[in-house]
């Protein structure tokens, strides 16, 4: 086993063992971060699921299959195989965004123990095997890979925490609550006691957590410092913030541990998808002279109805766009909708798409968020759960976005929003993208590169 003691570390280099959640949505920019270390200097393997495999191959970094949760996201949600339960709660969720924000919120407190904290014994018994297979001298994990975070404290190995989402997802404060958004976008003004009972739910999650976290450490590390606040543990050494660096966001402590925004998890290039899709761009721009990129992530793309509407709103408001739609497991649903102004799709190459498009439409998911800044690409947000409603705001503060609610979007909204965006590009947008352009995976990977040099390794 493995402890860390403040010094510097030799010539050779860093052993380091980047963990993701087996999600494509987190896998994908994980392994663009292995890929940054590894130029950083550092041996990297990638640790998650199988299916992943080709992400490490294509960042240039070993592959170590890893599984930290029973739930799986392979790229659309609904057409990856798992057990029933998950793909129960996957229903009961995908069912409560068609009733609001604080449905959506509060299914999602309910599921929270489920979704990411199935079995936190096993997976620390899988990273104590892995350790003694691989011996790295540091983790870089998914701040929402919380089993995998308990593990990493109970055993006492360095380890450096990266946060996927909104830096909320990182509680600043007591009254901080992971799962209550502490900012909402203009469009959506949930009611008090709607929040109220939000409060109490996310109250009750974080507790059960907590006392979870708590009996796991008692169980397996009673030598390391009781974890505390369960949603509150990180690295005690480096916080990776994918995210820009907005004057607005709440403050973290100086020192221990070293937080910083990232900006972005994107490549510095994005390879073609092929020739199939560059006929698709040419075909599209060929009817039309804008082009507009419609996605609402791996979960969300099964929300056809949203989709439809969109589709609908757009032609019928903008008629100069073409659309781009990935659909999920809904592509045949909506390929009625199909036509030589739009192209319909399960999936689609959203980073290369950026760089084509003229607009994109999302969820205000934090891939997609910081692809569009990184891209200089306008947005309409159309914020479902979690994170997104942050997200939302921060992007509409910052003058990048538009944002509307998907549970009362019209056509016409839709349409209208569109045709805003398209004809002005939002004043926050150039210098933005300025900012996070000097960031990214590869800044990220430098500074945990130096932090790891000023913690040694000592083997026992």
């Known amino acids: ?35 940054a270390l590894a130029r950083a200097g550092c041996a990297v393997h990638l640790a998650t699921a199988p299916s992943f495999a080709p992400l490490a191959e ?3 970094v070993r ?23 998950e793909a129960e709660r996957l229903e009961e969720f995908l069912a409560s965004t068609r009733r609001g924000a604080v449905a959506a919120l509060l299914t999602q407190a309910r599921h929270r123990g489920e979704d990411l904290l ?8 899988e990273l104590r095997k892995l350790h003694a297979r691989l011996s790295p001298d540091w983790y870089v994990v998914d701040q929402l890979s919380y089993p995998v975070t308990l593990a990493l404290h109970c055993l006492g190995l360095p380890y450096a925490t990266y946060c996927p989402g909104h830096p909320t997802y990182v509680p600043h404060a007591p009254e901080a609550l992971f799962g209550v958004p502490g900012t909402w976008p203009r469009a959506i003004r949930p009611d008090e006691g709607d929040l109220a009972d ?45 995210y820009p660096p907005f004057p607005w966001l709440p403050e973290r402590p100086r020192g221990d541990p070293e937080s910083f925004y990232g900006g972005h998890c994107s490549p510095a290039a994005e390879p073609s998808p092929g020739r199939a899709w560059e006929a698709v761009v040419r075909r599209l721009r060929s009817v039309r002279r804008r082009l507009v990129l419609v996605a609402l992530g791996t979960f969300l793309s099964a929300r056809d109805d949203v989709l439809a509407v969109l589709v609908r709103g757009i032609r019928s408001h903008v008629p100069d766009a073409a659309l781009v739609v990935a659909a999920g497991d809904r592509a045949g649903s909506l390929s009625p909708l199909a036509g030589p102004d739009v192209h319909i799709a399960d999936v689609v190459p959203q980073r290369w798409l950026l760089t084509k498009a003229d607009a994109m439409v999302h969820h205000g998911g934090n891939n997609s968020f910081t692809e569009c800044l990184v891209t ?36 016409r909204a839709a349409g209208e929003a569109l045709r805003e965006l398209l004809a002005e590009v939002p004043h926050g947008l150039p210098g933005w993208t300025s900012e996070v352009r000097r960031r990214g995976p590869d800044w990220m990977a430098r500074r945990l590169a130096r932090t790891m040099a000023s913690v040694t390794p000592v083997r026992r």
């Open 1 to 35: 086993m493995k402890h860390s003691r403040p010094g510097t570390t030799g010539t050779s280099r860093p052993r380091v063992v980047v963990v993701s959640p087996p999600f494509l949505s987190h896998a994908r920019p994980l392994s663009v971060l292995a890929g």
């Open 58 to 60: 294509a960042a240039g």
């Open 63 to 85: 592959f170590v299959p890893l599984t930290v949760t029973r739930n799986a996201n392979t790229g659309v949600a609904r057409s990856t195989q798992q057990g029933a339960r």
């Open 118 to 125: 199935g079995d936190p014994s096993a997976v620390l018994a």
């Open 198 to 242: 939000l409060r109490r739910a996310a109250e009750a999650a974080e507790e059960a957590f907590t006392a979870r976290f708590a009996e796991v450490a008692r169980a397996h590390g009673p030598a390391s410092p009781a974890p505390g606040r369960a949603f509150a543990l990180t690295s005690p050494h480096a916080v990776a913030f994918a």
């Open 376 to 411: 200089g690409t306008p947005a309409l947000v159309l914020p479902f759960s979690s994170d997104q409603f942050c997200i939302a705001h921060d992007a509409e503060r910052a003058g990048l976005a538009l944002c509307l609610d998907p549970y009362w979007l019209t056509p």
